[in-house]
């Protein structure tokens, strides 16, 4: 068949219905039912119309049963049986479309859906555009780059079907599958709604996908996460068996001879005596108006289309050892191209390359499909693929651009290669630039970058996209490196900020992640026990002071007892949420805790069982089989400050003051002849502010080593330095921590739980105390309504979109932004320094007897061969303290261990 530019499939059925119900009382002459024969023949006249091609087919279901009932009888059992009187019309509007030159297909055993879908894949490789006439919700599941529906004047494409449903085309059967379709019987799993299933597919992708993740799910940040987990192991034949009732079939067998879309000549003679017949007598005298005879109106929007696909860059799928050499012979002669890995599952630590996609620039894109390779094609497979990569990828001299490359060195490192060289995340460049909201892009970047901004959400939640997009994606990430970096590379200090950490340090993460923390499990399991044990007794504890049972997770049933019975009231309602419930948080239940045991309680209660949940219950199953260890993932993108985040799990959350929560941290311990060394900046963050400020006083107590907790508090309680107490020095550390993050009188008397009048005082006699600071929050203030951002000592930029806001909250909370971003800003970057400088000096030194394992806020966690202990820490210690010069000194504690929990200071 030759290349043709546009193909129209309609669903038949769907119309056929559609005209019957529209136009339910016409007859002809004998009283013979004509309403859906005179409607289906106008819509496809509109049809035409609208979307002018040459070629159509028209589709209908098969009246036998279809496998669907075979697989599941009660399929579509909801619906009515189909008239007689639109029976009767069937055969007849099937002879007018014969008549008209197009072609009908009915095939038996499956529905139009199975068919249109067959249609669609024959049809992608020879065609520039399909369109598919139907308002079938099932259809939209073959949505693709050149696949859209059309209904009525509307073209349906990838982006409205993510608009709709929150997912990519593909997923739409997995999402019936979970969800289940009430319209046709598809039952679906239990329990399990729409918002909840669109959750599971953004995270895991399909339904096989989310089984295999099925003991990940309780760490969704889902509500009743562990429940949903339970529930679709309870129904996980239902799930599938939904999911094959709502995939459409694509690989029917149909033979070619009877599948020609080409309009054919019409038979007048035949369309006239039909005409008669029914009485459509308007049709009889105008028949040159049928738009199937006379073709030749073309329609500007499918022009437009298919002007825009065709403009696309030569994109090639790597199907053949020829084509892979072409690909190969290409890049040894060029000094930069992009490239794309698709992954299986981006939270695995060693995550399986299911597709590839390289584009040089404004010329030519490959891309590949491991997944639909066929097995006897031996010499396509990735491992050889890459071996013929690995001398380009390695390559120094060649420039790699790409998005999310920390993955791409997960993903190479089981084939031995490496990214060398100068490499370009586009990612990381778009957030350099714009940050995660893009407060000041260009509408231009805007519009190019919808693209990426959808695939880097697909990466981030295991959404993949089909392999004809690959080569596209790729060269996409090519134009945006294009825009981005031209503005990048105007500006000294953005540039310096991205060459010398933003990019250094994607190879570092990857090794901190590869490296992981040995975890003793048992700790963690016996802690779990003792904590039920707890739990039990509190459960028991509180029910006797109440006299009945109740659910101590159940904000309901503890509002019950707290507030609502008569004979035993607690106290008066303290605050409401914002749905107007009677608040029960944790500042609530603290306020009513001073009088009353049942309060504490509940508060201990809840305190254990998050523990117990979040920690003690998910780390153990997050342990590498392999490795025995704990590989979080490291985001560089995630905060508005440049702040490093840590998920799956995350270790920068993990509680450390009180006893249960110190056991979490006894679990995470050393190898045998290692021992863990923890290296963190002391007070790093009131050092930083110190010298934004420019205060004399602080400078100077930092100078001279005092400590300046015990001078605050001297200060503040108007009490000789000698004569301050651990509790008045611990109050003190809260303040002036708390000044650095823009707090208000009213949040401080809360954290310190004194009056809003003390708390306020405490604040004026600080600001006397530090004038400087008082002087830096009210510039950065100015100067943020100004620019609307502020500037971290390295230069990262970071917007405050409501620093001018007329909402008084939204103003104060970016105020506080203002003021807290440049110091926690500037002290992520310093530490980010320090890594880069200590991964060089481990590299050219140590290899494997030295390795960093973790990175807390502002603590470096090591894993250090202990012979080599003291020559190692003293150089972390140097460098780390010397990575970025203030007007002061950065100091830093050097602390040594078996395991977290037990670390012991040394100099």
Known sequence: MSKKKSILLIDGTYYLYRAFYACPCLTNQNQQPTGAIYGMINTLKKMFFEHATDNIIIVFDSPKKNFRKILFPKYKANRKPMPEELQ?????????IKYLGINTLTIPYYEADDIIGTLSTIYSNESDLILIGTNDKDLGQLVTSKIKIINNKNIIGEKEIEEKYGIKAKFIPDLFGLMGDVSDNIPGVSGIGKKTAVLLIQNYGSIKNIYKNINNISYLPIRKAQTIALTLLKNEKTAFLSYKLSKIKKNIKIDPKIIDPKIKNPNFEKLIQVFDYYNFNNWKKNMNNFFFINNKKKNNKIEKQIEIIQKKNI????????????CIEKLNTLSIFSILIELDNVLELSPEIIGLGISIISEESFYIDFTKISKNNLKLNPIDIFHNLKSILENPKKIKIGFNLKKYYHALKKYNIELKGAIFDVMLESYINYQLKYYSYPKKIIELNLLLIEYINSQTKNNYTNESNLGEKAHIIFQLHIKMWKKIKTDKIIKNLFQKIDIPLIPILFRIEQNGVLINKKILQNQSLIITKQLSKLILKAQQLVGEKFNLSSNKQIQNVLFYKKDKNYSEIINKTKKGNISTNEYVLKQLSKNNLLPKIILEYRSLYKLKTNYFNKLPNMINNNTGRIHT????????????SSRYPNLQNI?????????IREAFISEENFILLS?????????????LSQDTKLITHFIKKQDVHILTASKIFNIPKNQVTEEQRNNAKKINFAIIYGISPFGLSKQL???????????????SQYPGILSYIKKTKECAQIKGYVSTLTGRKIYIPNINSKKTYLKQSAERTAINGPIQGTAADIIKLSMIKIDHYFKKNFLSDAKIIMQVHDELIFEIREKYLQKIKNRIMYLMENSFLLDLPLNVNIKIGKNWNNLKKID
């Not at 993932?633 to 490093?644: A, E, K, V």
């Not at 290296?679 to 009131?686: F, P």
């Open 633 to 644: 993932s490291y985001y560089q993108n995630t905060t508005i400050t440049g702040r490093l």
């Open 753 to 767: 739980d004194i009056n809003y009048l003390e708390a306020e005082k405490h604040i004026t006699s600080y600001f």
């Open 679 to 691: 290296a963190d900046y002391s007070q790093i963050e009131l050092r930083i502010m110190a010298h």
């Open 88 to 96: 009767k019309q069937i055969n007849p509007v099937k002879k007018i």
């Open 315 to 326: 994109n090639y799928n790597i199907d053949s050892i020829e084509i892979l050499k072409y």
């Open 655 to 663: 509680p450390i003051r009180k006893k249960n929560g110190k056991k």
